[in-house]
């Protein structure tokens, strides 16, 4: 069964889909994150396929893609766009896409190339237990985070997408960009506390010792320290990079119980 969510969209999205069969559920409350939530929440399915509703991606495998994830006992299947030279995204898109999957891998250790797909496979278990609490687009990279950090079995397999036709991305290469760089900021302090806090303490802990050294250095030549203002600030900053470790080593604790949690719903569904 097809189901399509209603984003209080005004291109007659809800007529078109009914028309064609589909049951259409209604999210007043516009972003993706948002939609999404909605389908997760009201659709009871033992395996759920998720894709962008506008006609880009190939399909044709998903068959096979499902036939896989049942064998294989996965709870995570990304289609990965970047695995088809006939892909057709915008040189921006493209190339963003390809630095923020990249960088996003090496701070999060997802296993999939394509952590900004909008074609996923999801078991039930995985979708009882995820906590989605995105409002746009990021609730991919949400995804892909969720099932790496509970350790879930989650792979790839091959897909392109198409030129648009008909209507025209809402993406902004430059002001998604910002959005995603943010959320990755947001992301690092929610999941990956150490990951932040952690060189940013040690940054601010080089510099103020630094700054230290030279005024003991006056001290020791002149017996005077004539840089009192530098003193407090080299002061404030070794005690603040200290303050910064010990919330980083605190919000990895918070974070750790969460995903204990969440891994005790992740068996309940089983």
Do not use: W
Not at 185 to 205: K, Q
Request: with cysteine; net charge positive.
């Amino acid at each position: 069964m097809v189901f399509v969510c209603d984003n209080n969209s005004s291109d007659g999205t809800a007529r078109e889909a009914q028309r064609a069969g589909a049951v259409v559920l209604h999210e007043p409350v516009q972003g993706k994150g948002h939609a999404v939530r909605r389908l997760l929440r009201d659709v009871e399915a033992d395996i759920y396929v998720m894709v962008d509703g506008d006609n880009t991606y190939d399909l044709s495998g998903i068959a096979t893609a499902i036939d896989r994830f049942r064998r294989q006992g996965f709870d995570l299947l990304t289609g990965n766009r970047l695995a088809s030279s006939a892909s057709h995204m915008r040189r921006g898109h493209g190339t963003g896409n390809r630095i923020f999957s990249s960088l996003l891998k090496a701070i999060t250790g997802v296993g999939t190339a394509d952590v900004l797909s909008g074609l996923r496979i999801l078991s039930r278990r995985l979708v009882r237990s995820f906590p989605a609490v995105s409002s746009e687009f990021e609730i991919e990279t949400e995804l892909s985070i969720f099932a790496s950090r509970m350790r879930l079995p989650a792979a790839d397999f091959p897909t392109h997408v198409r030129r648009r036709v008909g209507s025209e991305s809402k993406l902004n290469t430059l002001r998604d960009g910002f959005k995603i760089s943010a959320f990755i900021l947001r992301l690092l302090h929610r999941e990956f506390p150490l990951r932040l806090y952690g060189p940013l303490g040690l940054l601010i802990l080089i510099v103020s010792l630094f700054l230290f050294a030279g005024i003991y250095a006056d001290y020791l030549a002149t017996g005077l320290v004539p840089r009192m203002p530098t003193l407090v600030f080299s002061l404030f900053g070794i005690a603040g990079s200290m303050a910064l470790f010990g919330l980083g080593l605190i919000l990895k604790e918070i974070s750790n119980l969460k995903y204990e949690n969440r891994y005790f719903s992740y068996l309940a569904n089983r």
